[in-house]
């Protein structure tokens, strides 16, 4: 029953075309047998015999056919119509076309640049010839591509040819390219609504804030319900850290957006602008939401977590902040070096942070936490021997403030020897060599009283650093 219904609907279409036929009206004609094809009715292949008969000698209705048949990815059926039209009018520009399409549809480049390229020979002012030669030509060569976008503008000088331009360059990643072409565009709310998203998006990736904002804006001032361009807006604000600003286009993305679909990074600049307002809780839920959409992609959420250890920090949750940030830790069997720095930063945050709610004992335990972690970077990476000194040196310095221990004695004599051994010092280790110094000279005068220890280390300090004022008042006396 089903294969005689579809029979029928088949030979009804095809019987209504007749006072088309008859009166040679083409696009009745189209219309009709584009119906039967969609369709596809079980004895399409006898009627496709019967198109190829009957229109023959129609280049049009042969174009139209065969591209029907492109549409419904019948490229078998298709290649024979782009033939049949090819053999009645050789010279027309929207059977190159149409063969283009084909082969592009069979992944055929170098075939689909040629028929465009004859496209353009044939009818130099028709525009997609000169469109879907760009576009099979961005991937491997996209100057090339917008060169000839040029010469459409020379033949037709009212066609949006920097459009087209920037949307070349923007599939090729080269943002600033196509950032510049955009910029040429003198109405953006002219510019078709996926090309204004490209421009809005290569700005921002070029780190264009304010020149993405506007062209959000502008679309906006069109359609002031697209989700991409409040998106973007809020996370350009976000960025800028523009947190009202940026709040305010975040409730525009979930709350007065059309068809808008919630991708894990919105989630993630929310919880951003939440803790750039110092809204703890909202930002939590957000970073939370961030993590569930991010379910199987490690390296994202070890930034959300690193985002959520932050959040706890200000929020003064201490245990929380180094639990997450542990848990951005997790996934590699080794540690990074940047891992630890900022572990160890942590510790000494916590450790500040409580001294100056004078929990004493709290401060300490954080200092030497952080201590723990300068020591196991060592041990992991040695090559970075002088910054872990440093560091160490640093938070023992904390812990013994008035030195009287010299906890951080030996972590600065190690730096000072190791630095002094080099000929030529960058001026971060000029900078560490100078704090060595100097502690070694408080320790030397305050606390072993040794005076011509102090002044020994004194003019190692004035010959990287000539104006200190500590190692001139010792010299002095």
Known sequence: MKTIKYVLMGALLFGAAAPGMAQDDNKA????????????????????????????????????????????????????FA???????????????????????????????????NAIYFDPKEPDGYYKYAMVQRGVDPAGAAQVLEDLRQQRPDYPVDQLIGHIFFNA????????????????????????????????????????????KAGLSVNPRKAAWNRIAFYDYTDLKKTDEALAYADKL????????????????????????????????????????????NKQKSIINKNLSDVYLQKGDFDNAVAYFEKSMEGSEKPTMDQLDNLGSLYADIASKKLKAEDKAGSDEAFRKADGVYARMLELYPNYANYCNYMRGQVNANLDPDSKEG?????????????????????SEIAMLKQAYLYLIVYDFNVLQD??????????????????AVAKQVMAM
């Open 29 to 80: 004609v189209i219309e009709q047998v584009v119906s039967v094809i969609k369709a596809k009715p079980a004895n399409l292949s006898d009627q496709v015999k019967d198109f190829g008969k009957k229109y023959k000698k129609n280049t049009e209705v042969l174009l139209a056919i065969g591209r029907a048949f492109l549409e419904q990815k019948d490229l078998v059926n298709a290649r024979d």
């Open 83 to 117: 033939e049949r039209a090819l053999a009645r009018d050789n010279k027309n520009a929207h059977v190159w076309l149409l063969k283009g399409d084909i082969a592009v549809s069979d992944n055929n480049g170098g075939d689909a640049a040629v028929a465009y390229q």
């Open 173 to 216: 990643q080269d943002y600033q390219k196509a950032a510049d072409a955009f910029a040429k565009v003198s109405d953006v709310t002219k510019m078709k609504p996926e090309y204004i998203t490209e421009y809005a998006t290569a700005t921002w990736l070029l780190g264009h804030r304010e020149q993405s904002i506007e062209v959000c």
């Open 254 to 297: 979930f709350n007065a957006s059309d068809s808008a679909h919630f991708i894990a990074e919105d989630y993630t600049y929310h919880g951003t602008a939440l803790l750039q307002a110092k809204r703890w809780d909202d930002a939590i839920h957000a970073f939370e939401k961030a993590l569930e959409l991010n379910e199987g992609n």
């Open 407 to 427: 906890l951080a004695k030996p972590y600065y004599e190690a730096l000072a020897t190791s630095l002094e051994a080099k000929a030529e010092k960058q001026s």
């Open 451 to 468: 005076k011509a220890a102090a002044k020994a280390v004194s003019e190692k300090l004035l010959a990287v650093d000539p104006e200190n």
